[in-house]
């Protein structure tokens, strides 16, 4: 079982920039694969941006190329989103979400993840 807890979120204007946490309990951090999805009001939960267990393989949705960045630290059990160059399309409730993986691969399905966190509101005015 992994618990995890986001953090981060807030109101931001256009052009800014933010970073959301996750973090996870548990001794087994390093041996899931970990993801962050958005929902906006009226829309299906996305997935956003993923990490292989050891951060060595990334993958992301194509609108935030660029200007978002997975990150994650095995030995703080806690993963990263830094947000720059954000616009009012990026309003959303963003989760993360873990999954115990014995390979690389990068999951972009909802339904591939076990682990959900409560989300992280991030708002962007324009």
């Known amino acids: 079982q992994v618990q995890l807890v986001e953090s981060g979120g807030g109101l931001v204007q256009a052009g800014g920039s933010l970073r959301l946490s996750c973090a996870a309990s548990?001794?087994?951090?390093?041996?899931?694969?970990m993801g962050w999805f958005r929902q906006a009001p009226g829309k299906e939960r996305e997935f956003v941006a993923g990490?292989?267990?050891?951060?060595?393989?990334?993958d992301y949705v194509d609108s935030v190329k660029g200007r978002f960045t997975i990150s994650r630290d095995n030995a703080k059990n806690t993963m990263y989103l830094q947000m720059n160059s954000l616009n009012p399309e990026d309003t959303a409730v963003y989760y993360c979400?873990?999954?115990?993986?014995?390979?690389?691969?990068?999951?972009?399905?909802?339904?591939?993840?076990?682990?959900w966190g409560q989300g992280t509101q991030v708002t962007v005015s324009s």
């Open positions: 990490i292989s267990r050891s951060g060595g393989r990334t």
């Open positions: 548990g001794r087994t951090f390093s041996s899931h694969v």
């Open positions: 979400a873990a999954v115990p993986a014995l390979s690389d691969y990068v999951p972009r399905t909802r339904g591939q993840y076990a682990y």
